[in-house]
């Protein structure tokens, strides 16, 4: 969401929510035991940023879409520590990028954070596969439940912008019809994200399947060295290469606000909180919309430095 959307009342209070999630989520990873958990979060962080910038396009619709990654996070790391992980990429991609205002960084960490792997993820895809070494689900069964939890997700996400807007009243966008379309777009996106999903927790599943279980501490440990080294050399491939290949149809919040105003474009509702929030971006944001040929490998050295730097930080603290 860019800050045109919002109004400074919904923005702090989505702040508010999401900085108390946020805190929640840094006291459970201090708690953690588990082994090799932030090298892990690192490159999967990394690896999603990366996988954020390929939209693919929506047949029919003059539309792309791009994967979340909440679900995928939260099997791989634990809902927490997938919801801290994908926080992060969303932080990196407003302050370095100016993807998405800075006022509405709350409602994205809510809206794409807290939706999947605080929500679809423990209703639905954890409690329908249970990844307790000792059976293991079928393929069909993890894609057939990967789709229904990331569609969930990305719904949830969609019906949350659209309360958003609704709720700050800065912009003229007609509610019912912005709700529709954002839900119906979405509903396509999220079906792609579970496809995706599901083929990585499958190969997951066949290789190394500790990874997706609460297995002892010595078989989470060999389960993660390849892994890691997996997830770091995709990250590489996907922001050095398949980045290139994303469609340039707008997104489905652009495309849905383009639908209802005739722009992707919408005017900034001028605000002391607003103003202040577009200067910090600015100072910050050194690779604006990702102008720079390199952007992908930036922004996921980034990701992975910021994540392994604040997890190492909390188990330091839990340490000592």
Not at 155 to 173: K, N
Not at 204 to 223: C, F, K, M, V, Y
Not at 224 to 243: D, M, Q
Request: proline share 4%.
């Amino acid at each position: 969401m860019s800050d045109a959307m919002l109004s400074p009342v919904v923005a702090i209070a989505a702040d508010v929510v999401a900085g108390a999630l946020l805190v929640v989520a840094g006291s459970k990873l201090k708690n953690s035991t588990r082994e090799n958990l932030v090298p892990l979060m690192g490159v999967t962080g990394a690896f999603i940023f990366a996988a954020q910038m390929v939209n693919f396009a929506i047949p029919g619709t003059g539309s792309s879409g791009h994967i979340v990654g909440g679900v995928l996070l939260a099997a791989l790391l634990g809902p927490w520590a997938g919801f801290l992980t994908l926080a992060s990429v969303l932080i990196i991609q407003c302050l370095i990028f100016a993807d998405g205002g800075l006022m509405a960084i709350g409602c994205n960490v809510l809206n794409m954070g807290a939706m999947t792997a605080l929500i679809a993820y423990p209703v639905i895809f954890k409690p329908l596969l249970k990844f307790d070494g000792v059976r293991r689900p079928s393929d069909l069964r993890i894609f057939v439940i990967s789709i229904v939890a990331c569609v969930v997700g990305l719904e949830l996400g969609a019906v949350m912008v659209s309360l958003e807007t609704l709720l700050s009243g800065v912009t003229a966008i007609p509610a019912g019809k912005f709700f529709v379309l954002m839900t119906s777009i979405h509903l396509a996106i999220g079906v792609v994200e579970g496809l995706a999903t599901g083929a990585v927790i499958v190969f997951i599943n066949r290789t190394r399947p500790a990874l997706l279980s609460s297995g002892t501490h010595d078989e989470q440990h060999n389960s993660l060295k390849r892994p890691i080294i997996a997830f770091a050399l995709a990250a590489v491939v996907v922001a050095g290469g398949l980045s290139f290949l994303a469609s340039s149809d707008p997104d489905g919040l652009e495309w849905s606000i383009e639908k209802v105003t005739g722009s992707t474009d919408l005017p900034v509702n001028a605000n002391a909180l607003s103003e202040g929030s577009q200067a910090v971006q600015s100072a910050t944001s050194i690779m604006p919309d990702y102008e720079n040929s390199f952007s992908g490998i930036v922004g996921a050295v980034m990701v992975l430095i910021l994540v392994w730097a604040v997890s190492s930080l909390l188990i330091k603290k839990r340490r000592t």
